[in-house]
């Protein structure tokens, strides 16, 4: 029987629709509570510092009243921790984050800023809060993060979700594949996410290693034609399927 496979649904890019006009809708937490009913094994939300998209009060209404799991993405910063202590998420994901980025741009530098981020993954071990550090596949990332005290990381999918030939993306794909077998073998459970569709998921859903992924924009973009329900369930299926095989 192969391990299950988890899908972490980020509704983002529900509230980015509505900050785009300062409306009250979409509500982001009506998307969430509805990717739970649709088979969403948890809920991704990032709390960026601009506040470009996900607000402070999204977090809070969902925190309370959460079936599944919320997954908590904020960069390594004093505000953040103090946010995620106080409404105590099931997981927190760190991020690296610039202003300018369109969307998350490349793993955390866990070897370079290792204190920091020690001290971050105490405290929310110390509370009970599953601490997953995002790093690209790379070994000495990898390992930077076992030390620092994570249970898990996210490996960063991004360079093969763009990977513009087929050669590039086994390349890629190939690395992840390694990172993850690393990681286990020294300990970290392993997530990922970014970039993934319904067109290339099927491949990192397929490493045996893999406990969640964690998917955003395409599944919002999906649910334009699908709607949101249809969209989760049919990403869930390609992940099973893959794990089958
Ligand atoms: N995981 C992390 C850590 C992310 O920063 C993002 C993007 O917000 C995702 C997963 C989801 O990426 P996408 O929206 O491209 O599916």
């Known amino acids: 029987m192969p391990n299950p496979i988890l899908l972490g649904v980020n509704v983002d890019h529900v509230a980015t629709i509505r900050q785009a006009r300062g409306s009250r809708y979409p509500d982001p937490v009506h998307a969430a509570l509805q990717a739970e009913m649709a088979g ?4 991704t939300m990032h709390l960026r510092e601009d506040r470009r998209h996900v607000q402070d009060e999204d977090i809070e209404r969902f ?5 599944t799991k919320l997954n908590f993405e904020i960069a390594a910063t004093d505000e953040m921790r103090d946010f995620a202590l106080r409404i105590k998420p099931t997981d927190v994901c760190l991020v690296p984050e610039k202003r300018e980025e369109l969307t998350t741009e490349g793993g955390l530098n866990v070897v370079s800023n290792d204190n920091a981020i020690t001290e971050l993954c105490a405290s929310f071990n ?20 076992r030390k620092a005290g994570a249970e898990f990381i996210e490996i960063h999918t991004g360079s093969y979700a ?11 794909l190939q690395k992840i594949e390694q990172a993850a077998k690393f990681a286990e073998e020294i300990g970290l459970k392993v997530n990922a996410g970014h970039g993934l569709t319904r067109h290339n998921v099927a491949a990192i859903a397929a490493i045996p290693q893999m406990y ?9 973009a999906d ?15 390609l992940m099973l399927d893959a794990r089958r095989q």
């Open 40 to 43: 969403a094994d948890g809920i």
């Open 63 to 67: 925190a309370a009243c959460t079936q």
């Open 126 to 145: 110390d509370s009970n809060i599953r601490v997953s550090l995002f790093v690209d596949p790379d070994q000495t990332q990898i390992e930077a993060s």
């Open 162 to 172: 763009e990977a513009k030939t087929l050669q590039q993306r086994r390349h890629e």
């Open 212 to 220: 969640e992924l964690n998917i955003g924009h395409s599944l919002i």
């Open 223 to 237: 649910a334009l034609f699908t709607g949101l329900p249809q969209a989760i369930k049919d990403m869930k299926q």
